[in-house]
């Protein structure tokens, strides 16, 4: 049973437009979502994050809004760049009291393009 | 940022052979650490979540006896895949947090290839 979902596997976006990758969950308790970027063969890398007491967070290029009722989040990134290429996950966790474990999507592969 | 440190980057073995991969964070002290695996082109999953001084909770599935965890240390936990088979063949990952509920930091991966 995934329990998030990035339905897109691949996005191919022009550089300096934006990219937009969404992500779906279905576990209501869920209440904090990370954004991570990944290349082959590495870890992932923690891009940007928000609680679910949150509708929208910003850093830089990068933001991530969340739709409590529809389940939903997304990453934009404006302006993409060729850098920006890589294999986003969405992950999705609960505070218990102790470390929280991550659920993660599927992936979606960006490409920016030239 | 913090930096999580996962060694080696990548190992190629015998099939029955055991191999060790070690997590250390380098400038932080976790007593909780994660491992994930993931399978080509696709998420990564949760192995078991690793707690200094104690038994690692294994998720469902996962094979307590051949994937053997130790976290001796608040810097260190090892994963240690025993008899290891072709199908043990995937890319692990470590992932340590310093404080509850902030972002977790991920090791470099390591990728095993069974032979």
């Known amino acids: 049973d995934q329990q998030v979902k990035q339905n897109s596997p691949s996005l191919s976006v022009q550089e300096g437009r934006i990219s937009i990758l969404n992500c779906d969950y279905t576990?209501?308790?869920?209440?904090?979502f990370l954004w991570y970027k990944k290349y082959p063969a590495e870890g992932p890398t923690f891009l940007i994050s928000i609680s679910s007491i949150k509708d929208k967070n910003e850093d830089g290029r990068f933001t991530v809004f969340l739709n409590k009722s529809a389940k939903h989040l997304s990453l934009h990134i404006v302006p993409s760049q060729p850098g920006d290429s890589a294999v986003y996950f969405c992950a999705a966790t609960t505070f218990t009291g102790t470390a929280s474990k991550l659920t993660f999507g599927t992936g979606t592969r960006l490409q920016v393009t030239l | 940022g913090a930096v999580v440190s996962q060694h080696p980057s990548w190992v190629i073995c015998k099939s029955g052979t055991s191999v060790k991969i070690e997590c250390r964070s380098l400038d932080f002290q976790a007593t909780t650490m994660f491992w994930y695996r993931q399978f080509p082109k696709q998420s990564l999953m949760l192995m078991a979540t690793?707690?200094?001084?104690?038994?690692?909770?294994?998720e469902q599935g996962v094979e307590k006896d051949k994937f053997l965890i130790n976290h001796a240390s608040l810097t260190l936990s090892t994963l240690t895949v025993t008899s290891a088979h072709p199908e043990d063949s995937s890319f692990y990952i470590c992932s340590a947090e310093g404080f509850v509920g902030t972002e977790a930091f991920f090791g470099q991966g390591t990728r095993l290839t069974v032979v």
């Open positions: 576990n209501s308790m869920f209440d904090y």
């Open positions: 690793s707690n200094e001084g104690s038994k690692a909770t294994y």
